[in-house]
């Protein structure tokens, strides 16, 4: 799986979206952009993914640029809740063998969301 | 749906002793489990994969024989800390996938373990 790099830690306004980059610039064609977020002492959260085209859900958006290489997890209005650990992963999705099911987490970006 | 639940939820155990830590997926059907451990301010760090009536695959430098895993059943994968001591003392989280077209291939999450050996 491609390697991601994220911000260490962001703070923001509770009320104001926050916008949690990340970089994977070698990703593959088949992978998709997966975000996930862990509060504390928690298991993780799957929040959205995608391949190319830009997702949105009820929790957040994902805006993936055109080339790929770069994408960015969008809260539309962040709340005290949404403090935590936010992880982005790249992987294969679709396929049957555990190797294209692994996640690989790297450090992740604390977003912490201040009153 | 897709809940995955772990038991316990906590547990604090004398260094020397086995402990054992149940997954569940709830409401699906899971081929392959996934445990993780994670550290203080770490990330997670994947241990083990576990398919069901299989034996698990270990990532480098765990264990097999301290971390042993059983996958009896399509919604059961245990892991047992045998002989514990301090240095094994972390936050244990299981993930399965499931296999039906709703969950095919998604991973989730458990609310993990909190393993304290003195």
């Known amino acids: 799986d491609a390697k991601t790099t994220q911000p260490t830690s962001m703070d923001c306004a509770e009320g104001r979206a926050a916008n949690l980059p990340c970089n994977h610039s070698t990703i593959s064609g088949n992978e998709y952009v997966y975000w996930y977020r862990q509060i504390h002492s928690q298991g993780p959260q799957y929040i959205i993914h995608?391949?190319?085209n830009n997702e949105t859900n009820e929790m957040a958006s994902l805006i993936i640029t055109e080339d790929r290489k770069s994408s960015t997890l969008i809260l539309p209005h962040a709340t005290l809740r949404d403090t935590a650990v936010y992880y982005c992963?790249?992987?294969?999705?679709?396929?049957?063998?555990?190797?294209?099911?692994?996640?690989?987490f790297g450090g992740g970006t604390r977003l912490m969301v201040k009153p | 749906g897709a809940v995955v639940s772990q038991h316990p939820s906590w547990v604090i155990c004398k260094s020397g002793t086995s402990v054992k830590i149940e997954c569940r997926s709830l409401d699906f059907q899971a081929t392959t489990m996934f445990w993780y451990r994670q550290f203080p301010k770490q990330s997670l760090m994947l241990m083990a994969t576990s398919n069901e009536g299989s034996k698990a695959t270990y990532e480098q430098g765990v264990e097999k024989d301290k971390f042993l895993i059983n996958h009896a059943s399509l919604t059961l994968s245990t892991l047992t800390v045998t002989s514990a001591h301090p240095e094994d003392s972390s936050f244990y989280i299981c993930s399965a996938r499931g296999i039906d077209r709703t969950y095919y291939n998604e991973q989730f999450f458990g609310p993990g373990t909190r393993l304290t050996v003195l």
């Open positions: 995608g391949l190319k």
């Open positions: 992963i790249v992987r294969v999705a679709g396929v049957s063998n555990n190797a294209g099911n692994m996640l690989t």
